[in-house]
Nanobody, 115 residues
Framework: QVQLVESGGGLVQAGGSLRLSCAAS????????MDWSRQSSGKQRELVAL???????NYADSVKGRFTISRDNAKNTVYLQMNSLNPDDTAVYYC?????????WGQGTQVTVSS
């Protein structure tokens, strides 16, 4: 059973930066892609950024130019660098990985951006 553990969330002022980490319990080579999504109170979960096994990336329009997803295969970790944060980025951020028909989710990490 694969486990994904997120870390790096917290409270930051508008304009600040955070880096989220998603550490997998095994090799991330098995995953066709990994992604970060977020969910804020009263809203549907939103896909924020995705990275494929070949390191192709894709971003939601709302974060393009501000967020960067990357992966370190040696550390079995995917990162989400978040810059120029604003209060609309406040949410619980979740890491997700897909291996064929299997989906794996982390427990989530809270990001709060104060104005």
């Amino acid at each position: 059973q694969v486990q994904l553990v997120e870390s790096g969330g917290g409270l930051v002022q508008a304009g600040g930066s955070l880096r989220l980490s998603c550490a997998a319990s095994g090799s991330i080579f098995r995953f066709a892609f990994m992604d970060w999504s977020r969910q804020s109170s009263g809203k549907q979960r939103e896909l924020v950024a995705l990275i494929t096994g070949g390191s192709t990336t894709n971003y939601a329009d709302s974060v393009k130019g501000r967020f960067t997803i990357s992966r370190d295969n040696a550390k079995n970790t995917v990162y989400l660098q978040m810059n120029s944060l604003n209060p609309d980025d406040t949410a619980v951020y979740y890491c997700h990985a897909r291996d064929g028909a299997n989906h794996y989710w982390g427990q989530g990490t809270q990001v709060t951006v104060s104005s």
